[in-house]
């Protein structure tokens, strides 16, 4: 009961401190509609294509939306010492990254539904297969908070946590399909399309939306979670390594 | 909480940061409920110790139980059972000072009713009832400390970390703080205090350990260290012009005192006999210096210290004046 005490409250600190903050919300806001309507202008598409964008609207906010904010909430947190404050709690070392990671992983899933409800205007919904499309988003949202984590980890200044974050963010928009099939990728660059994890949450969105998927659903599923806790495991390590060293 | 002699004890705990060992082989124990004082200038070692038996750093080798419970391979296992107040506050700019002490009970499985009458309890022990609602961010550097001392105890912990706890805050602050810690001990809770100004651990500690680059020299009760110097007679005089050319005449002219003389002018004579300070003052006019002013010093543990480190508790001084710290 008193680990669950700790964890909730960690989870509803950073909620009421960082995520629920108005430039935050916002930021998820314009974010996800920004990227659309730059979409539609480049492409001169009709309201028709949406579906085949949404996919990877969807999975772009997640990513830029968890890996922005977690790793400049720990780097932050590092810096100004109040992580060490966590460190001391008396609570097992994953549940206490678990919780510290949740908000992340809640507001990733927030930003997921931004896009929807807007496309909710344009398009039909009806098609849409909820039960692949909801675990993919959780598990991008799990996996993109983890890789803010990693990368938080493995700075020390918040300027860096942004800096570093966008030498993976940006890559991945090209290399995981999200927006271009990577059938057309260069034949060197797929083998690095399928080591990143998004490659597999994208395929899932795409299925889900428009039925596009590459790769059978439940093995994409599987290797996201397989992703998932392979960054969990790495970072936690990483922190055990560099934090209480 | 099991009732053990001594509640922490250490052994051979080293800790090295690349070439440099920062913690060098140290043994000690505490005992239950003493307040249990780490003596030493900046970059001694004390951060890291701590950091070490709280579960912020690793030893290299060596070994730790606290309250019993081995700590060498788990660092985190009796945190349950320690309060940490570090040498800078580590709570959160952007809450109030209520909502900081209401989370930190919370990291410690206390139950809402209970954090909240437990932080309002403390709040006004520390005085800091009217600045409740207030960002923690925009205290003053007293009241920081004071809410990290009352975030270090918000869950009774048996055992108290206290990393350098009146360092750069004011002197009313400071000497109310030192209020607070001794409450805290004479209330039964185990203290372990790192300083490096000499007269605070003089006047709380139980016992003292000096450690000066990483290493204990001599750890033993205020009452022992200054036990063989109580003997002695010193008298500080304090003249206008230079006097480092005039040692060699006074040493020869008084061979029964030693004398120890600074740039700044000031002469310091210890005796095991009574010094008269008469012919001491005519001898120097004679030599065309003046003296303003002749004190005499009770022998304290900062001359201890100096005769058991060879370091100079002005240079210690000095590091607590670059930290901006009064006493």
Known sequence: ?245 | MNQVAHIIEVADLTKQFDDIKAVNSITFGVHTGELFGFLGPNGAGKTTTINMLTGLARPDSGSIRISDIDCTENPRAAQHLVGVVPDESNLYPELTGFDNLCFCASLYGIKKKERESRARELLDMFGLTQAANRRFGGYSKGMKRKLTIAAGIIHKPPILFLDEPTTGIDVASARQLRQLVDDLHRSGTTIFLTTHYIEEAERLCDRIAFIVSGRIIRIDTVENLVQPIRAKHVVQLACTNSILDIQGKLSSSFPELHFALSGNGVIRVESDQPIGVGPLIRFLEDNGTEVLEARRIRPSLEDVFVRITGLEAEAMRKEKEKKGGGQ
């Open chain 1, 1 to 245: 009961m008193r680990y669950w005490i700790a964890f909730w409250n960690i989870l509803l600190k950073d909620m009421r401190t960082y995520y629920l903050k108005p430039p935050n919300i916002s930021w998820g806001l314009i974010f996800p509609l920004a990227w659309t309507g730059m979409f539609f202008v480049k492409s001169g598409a009709e309201l028709g294509s949406i579906a085949t964008l949404l996919p990877g609207v969807v999975a772009i906010s997640i990513l830029f939306g968890t890996t922005s904010m977690l790793s400049v909430t720990v780097t932050f947190e590092k810096k100004n010492r109040s992580f060490e404050r966590l460190l001391l709690a008396p609570i097992p070392f994953e549940l206490l990254m678990l919780a510290k990671t949740s908000g992340a992983i809640l507001f990733g899933v927030a930003n997921a539904f931004v896009p929807i409800i807007m496309a909710a205007f344009l398009m039909d919904l009806s098609p849409l297969v909820w039960v692949e499309f909801i675990p993919a988003v959780v598990l991008i949202a799990i996996a993109s908070t983890f890789l803010g984590l990693f990368i938080a980890v493995s700075v020390s200044e918040v300027f860096e946590a942004q800096t570093f974050s966008n030498f993976f963010r940006f890559p991945m928009i090209f290399l995981c399909g999200l927006f271009f099939p990577i059938e057309k990728l260069p034949v060197f660059l797929k083998p690095l399309s399928y080591a990143l994890p998004l490659t597999y949450g994208a395929d899932v969105l795409h299925g889900a939306v428009h039925g596009a998927n590459v790769m059978p659903i439940s093995s994409d599923l599987l290797v996201m979670g397989a992703f998932c806790l392979g960054l969990f495991v790495l970072s936690l390590q990483m922190i055990r390594r560099r934090w209480i060293a």
